[in-house]
């Protein structure tokens, strides 16, 4: 069983780039559509605080998502997010190049998952996360699990297990608390 336990999570020390799914991680895994047939997505602001936090200290973040849509680039747009991979039919094959881009070994990544699809790609990061509300063997293949749900606090737990890890999340607090 993946450590849920906050002090053990130091394995995140590791960690250079932090890379997402969104629908069930970013989100609760609900999808909206509007009168015009466009997508509605509820992000968290406690998650997204997390992500600049983590850019604050110099960690790089990316989103790697089997699904497109304008909510989801505004709100990369928003939070400086500039690796979007969308429209991904199979996220574990993306790694290699995403290690190849960044000049970062996939060791030194993290992936926060929910669902089926997620397994890949976490078994070839350094850590693979599973938020709460996860699929039951997503769960089983992470290495670590979070104690809030998806769309719900997940992401901000790891940003912060992160910076603690490495000793960045004082000097970052600081940095957000003016």
Request: proline share 3%; aromatic share 4%.
């Amino acid at each position: 069983m993946p450590d849920r336990a906050a002090e053990n999570w130091d394995v995140l020390e590791q960690v250079d780039v932090l890379l997402l799914d969104v629908d069930g991680v970013l989100t609760d895994g609900s999808i909206t559509y509007g009168d015009d047939g466009g997508e509605i997505k509820t992000f968290s602001v406690k998650d997204g605080l997390g992500i600049r936090m983590l850019q604050l200290a110099g960690i790089v973040t990316g989103i790697v998502t089997g699904r497109s849509s304008k909510a989801l680039a505004k709100r990369c747009e928003n939070l400086g997010i500039t690796h979007l991979w969308d429209g991904v039919k199979n996220k574990s094959l993306l790694i290699e190049q995403i290690s190849r881009d960044m000049k970062v070994p996939p060791e030194r990544m993290a992936f926060v998952g929910d669902d089926i699809p997620d397994m890949g790609i976490m078994s070839k990061v350094g850590v693979g996360v599973a938020v709460a509300d996860a699929h039951p063997d997503v769960i089983n293949a992470a290495r670590l699990v979070t104690t809030k749900p998806g769309g719900r606090g997940a992401v901000r737990e790891v940003c912060e297990g992160i910076l603690k890890a490495k000793g960045l999340w004082d000097e970052t607090q600081k940095q957000v608390a003016v």
